[in-house]
Nanobody, 120 residues
Framework: QVQLQESGPGLVKPSQTLSLTCIVS??????????WSWIRQPPGKELEWIGF???????YYSPSLKSRTSISRDTAKNQFTLQLDSVTPEDTAVYYC????????????WGQGTQVTVSS
């Protein structure tokens, strides 16, 4: 059973960098064909895909967030990390990490989500 767990600060100040880590257990992030995603849901809005890192370490980002987003991984720790620069209150959301079995924006395993609020 694959499990994902997000961790990181729940409060970030405007203009700072949001950094979240997803720890994966029950499966390797280097297993062929899997894409490890970050997704968020602002209050009252739909889910928004942020980006993912592939089993091979390639990254893909939402065009609307690409200039501020970086996703990296630590294969020894079996975890991957989201960094979102220059945050504003509009980045306030519940942030999820999830597994996409084939890079087609369908996810089979999710973390429970973590609330991140951007506020001074």
């Amino acid at each position: 059973q694959v499990q994902l767990q997000e961790s990181g600060p729940g409060l970030v100040k405007p203009s700072q960098t949001l950094s979240l880590t997803c720890i994966v257990s029950g499966g390797s992030i280097t297993t062929n064909s899997y894409y490890w995603s970050w997704i968020r849901q602002p209050p009252g809005k739909e889910l928004e895909w942020i980006g993912f890192i592939s089993f091979a370490g390639n990254t893909y980002y939402s065009p609307s967030l690409k200039s501020r987003t970086s996703i990296s991984r630590d294969t020894a720790k079996n975890q991957f990390t989201l960094q979102l620069d220059s945050v504003t209150p509009e980045d306030t959301a519940v942030y999820y990490c999830a597994r996409d079995p084939s890079g087609t924006y369908h996810w089979d395993y999710w973390g429970q989500g973590t609330q991140v609020t951007v506020s001074s």
